[in-house]
């Protein structure tokens, strides 16, 4: 499956920002069935294969491992699969999917799930990041890419003020209004269906 030119938007942002080592943190806002999951999975798969043989780890924290996380990780395994990858890569302890030497840790962001001592080098993915709590993203997940100046990516819908993707979107208009350099990026539902007719059909229908 293709990424659309909205997908590829945001994926040439947060991979320049993996490439220059730039440490950027990204908010992105995609209308529910807009495509999030593939984006994030297109991104993981570009980096698995480009760091197979240096290695590193991408982190994808969500906010329940099922059925959050292990969807994540299907979605993964069948891009990979769709590559020619089948048969390449491997699945270690229930959550970690590598290509070769790199990468890509999945994690539960609940309260109580057990996430101290990995390192994220190659890129930090927060999954419906306004349903993770802001103490644990702060005190066990942010800090998982300090060492290493890790680009972040925050995916989700904001629904009120007080969320932890709020926060980041906030301060990511913010920085923007400094530097010039996108980081929040939004797409409602009438830019999807702009590029996908069925959708915009759907949602019509819906409506």
């Known amino acids: 499956m293709l990424l659309r030119p909205y997908q590829r938007e945001v994926a ?3 991979m ?7 440490g950027h943190t990204f908010s992105v806002e995609i209308a529910r069935q807009g495509g999030k999951n593939e984006l994030s999975a297109h991104i993981e798969l570009l980096l698995l294969t480009l760091c197979m043989g240096d290695g590193g780890n991408v982190i994808k924290c969500s ?3 099922k059925p959050q996380t292990v969807i994540s990780m299907r979605r993964l395994k069948d891009r990979l699969d769709d590559y020619g990858f089948g048969g390449i890569y491997h699945t270690e302890m229930g959550y970690i999917v590598s290509l070769g030497s ?8 609940e309260e109580n799930s057990n996430v101290v001592g990995h390192t994220a080098d190659l890129l930090l993915e927060i999954d419906e990041s306004q349903d993770v ?5 702060s005190k066990e997940f942010r800090p998982m890419g300090s060492s290493t100046n890790v680009t972040t990516v925050h995916y989700g819908t904001t629904w009120d003020e007080s969320t932890l993707l709020e926060e980041i979107k906030q301060g990511n208009l913010e920085l923007e209004q400094r530097d010039g350099i996108r980081r929040h990026f939004r797409y409602d539902w009438q830019a999807v269906a702009a590029q996908n007719p069925a959708y915009g059909a759907y949602v019509e229908a819906e409506r």
């Open 102 to 109: 790199a990468r890509c840790i999945f994690l539960s962001a």
């Open 133 to 137: 709590c802001k103490e644990k993203y």
């Open 63 to 65: 906010p329940t491992f």
């Open 16 to 22: 320049e920002s993996v490439r220059s080592r730039a």
């Open 12 to 14: 040439r942002a947060v």
